[in-house]
């Protein structure tokens, strides 16, 4: 290649004032107000936050909160990223319309999404009836509110993914099947390794709204302790009772869980695309220390 | 960058002030009570205009009660605060914002109207619901309510459950406990706001008891008709106050005493107490309560006051932390 090119900074100048750019306004918009929330906790004692964020009813919204946000990001896993091939690989009349639905959770409001969906599934709703029958209650249990987090995520993976999906061209997979590959073989071994870190992102952005979302879960989840509060409905509580520090304490577990698994999700997804690149390139399949020692030597 | 924003704000400043030359207050208010203060300020505004010849302008902000506290406490410049319940505006003295004797200040405990809890049933009231205890019986009814740690409605609700079941012969706080205890136990889900319950209920057709305040079965009956349902006066209930109160640092800077004060006196006047009881609220003022008696009837109450010693106090046996609240849901 040209290694004098690649030692400047690119083709583009600029690179300083970027660079600078984009720390200030990190800064002032993430890691000012998120430094000030873990300061504030600092006035109480280890003791006292420790009594607040391990109280069984925090306990509970943990399970809850972070539960029904694995379980909504894993299914729109799944089906977003059968929504995402069906809109990109076939025509179908209406398929603009169909494609510009998926954008509908982001601009409705959370509240109206909430509101909505419980009106729905509440036993005398149009679909709740139905449920009922079946003795399958959704509105006003856990089961809520992964419905309303399933709404409310929808767009994450289908969007993350098509772009990606678009870039593989189909005569890949037909040149799979001429070398004898089954249809199976070519979706595990061609196809999915391409799209699998772009599915992981898809995946950690739904997760990460799930874990914050508030408008339209209070609405359906049904709010019993214990049973069906989430974390943030906690937090408002205490709020509402003037608890500042209490509240504050929540937030910095939500916030510590919350990076946590967003760490381990974006060393899995940097293990996943360095491998990808390492077999694209003919080695053997790296291991996965090896790929973490090279996502960590990246610049 | 600091000099920069004051500069903009006094230029800010500056324009409105020349654009309107006319004082102006700021109301700081909860959730419901906008359609009250709608109908109210253009009151007061005439009736200031016809005083002084001065003509203001009244501007409302309404949220969550406990919301509003926190935003006048972070700097919101509120002259006057009307609330929902005193817990807010004592949060507020406690910050030094607003007189530590406020209720004091004004007649009647300084809250110019009141409401109360009653029930709201299905029509014909098929479960026979006349009073707490029915609501109490294990799983003989489903009960909606906002939820009581986090909404001013709920926490009403519980207080008034609480404050019957001590008024029973042998009632005691150990009764009480238990009593709220199966009360709570036939509440499928809590609402997410006093509304929000009432959609529930109304529209969702989920359970056979709603408690709210009075003045919000008017509103039901407006937005969903009055085929569907009935009001029950339970035998004892709480008495909801409104406290008002005037922002002592704000009006100090603004120099909008005069006129804070006037604008929360005349809510006394008969002019303020009817439009309060045109908007569902029991007026203080006897003659204008007679006035209106067929859209309140007579029912006992016992205040926050008499029966757990002020809102601080019960809010901290019963939705603090620990409180009675999360006993209950402990013991489950």
Redesign the interface.
């Given at each position: 290649m040209f290694p004098a090119a690649a030692k400047r900074d690119g083709v583009l100048p600029g690179f300083r004032l970027g660079l600078g750019y984009t720390l200030t306004y990190l800064t002032l918009l993430v890691l000012i107000p998120l430094a000030g929330m873990i300061l504030f906790t600092g006035q109480m004692s280890w003791g006292d936050f420790w009594a607040t964020a391990s109280s069984e009813r925090a306990l509970a919204s943990y399970r809850v909160t972070f539960g029904a946000s694995l379980g909504a990001a894993a299914i729109n896993a799944l089906f977003g990223l059968i929504v995402a091939w069906v809109l990109v690989r076939y025509p179908f009349p209406g398929k603009r319309f169909v494609d510009a639905l998926v954008d509908l959770p982001f601009a409705l409001p959370t509240a109206v999404a909430g509101i909505t969906l419980a009106t729905l599934y509440a036993e005398n709703g149009w679909i709740g009836q139905h449920l009922a029958k079946l003795g399958i209650q959704v509105a006003f249990t856990p089961l809520g509110i992964v419905v309303a987090l399933i709404f409310v995520t929808l767009p994450f993976v289908v969007r993350t993914l098509q772009p990606v999906i678009e870039d593989i061209e189909a005569e890949v997979e037909e040149a799979a099947a001429t070398l004898g590959a089954t249809r199976w073989q070519t979706f595990t071994r061609v196809l999915l390794p391409g799209i699998f870190p772009a599915w992981l992102t898809g995946f950690t952005l739904a997760f990460s709204r799930a874990i914050g979302e508030f408008g339209s879960v209070i609405f359906i989840a049904g709010n019993m302790p214990l049973i069906s509060e989430i974390t943030p409905l906690l937090i408002i509580s205490k709020l509402e009772q003037y608890d500042i520090l209490g509240a504050t304490a929540l937030a910095v577990v939500m916030l510590v869980i919350s990076f946590v698994m967003l760490l381990v999700i974006n060393l899995l997804q940097w293990w996943a695309a360095s491998r990808h690149a390492k077999s694209r390139d003919g080695d053997a399949p790296a291991d996965a220390a090896d790929a973490l020692a090279i996502a960590g030597g990246r610049p | 960058m600091n000099k920069f924003s004051s500069l903009l704000l006094a230029a800010g400043l500056a324009l409105a002030t020349g654009a309107h030359a006319q004082s102006n207050l700021l109301n700081v208010s909860y959730d419901v009570a906008r359609d009250v203060y709608k109908d109210y300020n253009p009151l007061f505004e005439k009736h200031w205009k016809e005083k002084t010849g001065e003509t203001v302008e009244i501007r409302q902000s309404h949220a969550?009660s406990?919301?509003q506290a926190?935003a006048v406490a972070d700097g919101l410049e509120a002259d006057v605060v009307t609330m929902n319940q005193a817990?807010d505006v004592d949060?507020l003295a406690e910050k030094g914002l607003v007189a530590t004797d406020y209720a004091k200040r004004f007649p009647d405990n300084a809250s110019p109207y009141t409401s109360t809890m009653v029930f709201i049933v299905r029509k014909g009231n098929p479960k026979g619901i006349k009073d707490w205890n029915d609501i109490a019986k294990p799983g003989a009814v489903q009960l909606i309510i906002p939820?009581p740690?986090?909404?001013g409605n709920g926490r009403y609700s519980y207080l008034a459950a609480w404050g019957y079941a001590l008024k029973q012969p042998g009632g005691n706080d150990q009764t009480a406990q238990e009593f709220v205890g199966n009360w709570l136990k036939n509440?499928?889900?809590?609402?997410?706001g006093g509304r929000?319950a009432t959609?529930?209920f109304m529209?969702?057709?989920?359970g056979d008891v709603l408690v709210t305040f009075e003045s919000e079965a008017e509103l039901i009956a407006k937005e969903f008709g009055r085929g569907g349902f009935e009001v029950v006066y339970p035998s004892l209930s709480i008495l909801a106050e409104f406290p008002v109160a005037i922002v002592e640092k704000v009006v100090d800077k603004k120099g909008t005493r005069e006129l804070a004060r006037a604008y929360l006196e005349y809510l006394w006047s008969k002019e303020g107490q009817e439009n309060a009881a045109k908007n569902y609220l029991r007026p203080r003022d006897p003659e204008v309560l007679k006035k209106y008696a067929s859209a309140f009837p007579p029912i006992k109450t016992f205040t926050i006051d008499e029966m757990f010693g002020g809102w601080s106090k019960a809010?901290a046996t019963h939705?603090?932390?620990g409180g009675t609240f999360?006993q209950i849901?402990?013991q489950?």
């Amino acid at each position: 290649m040209f290694p004098a090119a690649a030692k400047r900074d690119g083709v583009l100048p600029g690179f300083r004032l970027g660079l600078g750019y984009t720390l200030t306004y990190l800064t002032l918009l993430v890691l000012i107000p998120l430094a000030g929330m873990i300061l504030f906790t600092g006035q109480m004692s280890w003791g006292d936050f420790w009594a607040t964020a391990s109280s069984e009813r925090a306990l509970a919204s943990y399970r809850v909160t972070f539960g029904a946000s694995l379980g909504a990001a894993a299914i729109n896993a799944l089906f977003g990223l059968i929504v995402a091939w069906v809109l990109v690989r076939y025509p179908f009349p209406g398929k603009r319309f169909v494609d510009a639905l998926v954008d509908l959770p982001f601009a409705l409001p959370t509240a109206v999404a909430g509101i909505t969906l419980a009106t729905l599934y509440a036993e005398n709703g149009w679909i709740g009836q139905h449920l009922a029958k079946l003795g399958i209650q959704v509105a006003f249990t856990p089961l809520g509110i992964v419905v309303a987090l399933i709404f409310v995520t929808l767009p994450f993976v289908v969007r993350t993914l098509q772009p990606v999906i678009e870039d593989i061209e189909a005569e890949v997979e037909e040149a799979a099947a001429t070398l004898g590959a089954t249809r199976w073989q070519t979706f595990t071994r061609v196809l999915l390794p391409g799209i699998f870190p772009a599915w992981l992102t898809g995946f950690t952005l739904a997760f990460s709204r799930a874990i914050g979302e508030f408008g339209s879960v209070i609405f359906i989840a049904g709010n019993m302790p214990l049973i069906s509060e989430i974390t943030p409905l906690l937090i408002i509580s205490k709020l509402e009772q003037y608890d500042i520090l209490g509240a504050t304490a929540l937030a910095v577990v939500m916030l510590v869980i919350s990076f946590v698994m967003l760490l381990v999700i974006n060393l899995l997804q940097w293990w996943a695309a360095s491998r990808h690149a390492k077999s694209r390139d003919g080695d053997a399949p790296a291991d996965a220390a090896d790929a973490l020692a090279i996502a960590g030597g990246r610049p | 960058m600091n000099k920069f924003s004051s500069l903009l704000l006094a230029a800010g400043l500056a324009l409105a002030t020349g654009a309107h030359a006319q004082s102006n207050l700021l109301n700081v208010s909860y959730d419901v009570a906008r359609d009250v203060y709608k109908d109210y300020n253009p009151l007061f505004e005439k009736h200031w205009k016809e005083k002084t010849g001065e003509t203001v302008e009244i501007r409302q902000s309404h949220a969550g009660s406990s919301k509003q506290a926190r935003a006048v406490a972070d700097g919101l410049e509120a002259d006057v605060v009307t609330m929902n319940q005193a817990t807010d505006v004592d949060f507020l003295a406690e910050k030094g914002l607003v007189a530590t004797d406020y209720a004091k200040r004004f007649p009647d405990n300084a809250s110019p109207y009141t409401s109360t809890m009653v029930f709201i049933v299905r029509k014909g009231n098929p479960k026979g619901i006349k009073d707490w205890n029915d609501i109490a019986k294990p799983g003989a009814v489903q009960l909606i309510i906002p939820h009581p740690k986090n909404t001013g409605n709920g926490r009403y609700s519980y207080l008034a459950a609480w404050g019957y079941a001590l008024k029973q012969p042998g009632g005691n706080d150990q009764t009480a406990q238990e009593f709220v205890g199966n009360w709570l136990k036939n509440a499928p889900l809590f609402g997410s706001g006093g509304r929000d319950a009432t959609t529930t209920f109304m529209q969702r057709r989920i359970g056979d008891v709603l408690v709210t305040f009075e003045s919000e079965a008017e509103l039901i009956a407006k937005e969903f008709g009055r085929g569907g349902f009935e009001v029950v006066y339970p035998s004892l209930s709480i008495l909801a106050e409104f406290p008002v109160a005037i922002v002592e640092k704000v009006v100090d800077k603004k120099g909008t005493r005069e006129l804070a004060r006037a604008y929360l006196e005349y809510l006394w006047s008969k002019e303020g107490q009817e439009n309060a009881a045109k908007n569902y609220l029991r007026p203080r003022d006897p003659e204008v309560l007679k006035k209106y008696a067929s859209a309140f009837p007579p029912i006992k109450t016992f205040t926050i006051d008499e029966m757990f010693g002020g809102w601080s106090k019960a809010a901290a046996t019963h939705f603090k932390d620990g409180g009675t609240f999360d006993q209950i849901y402990a013991q489950k």
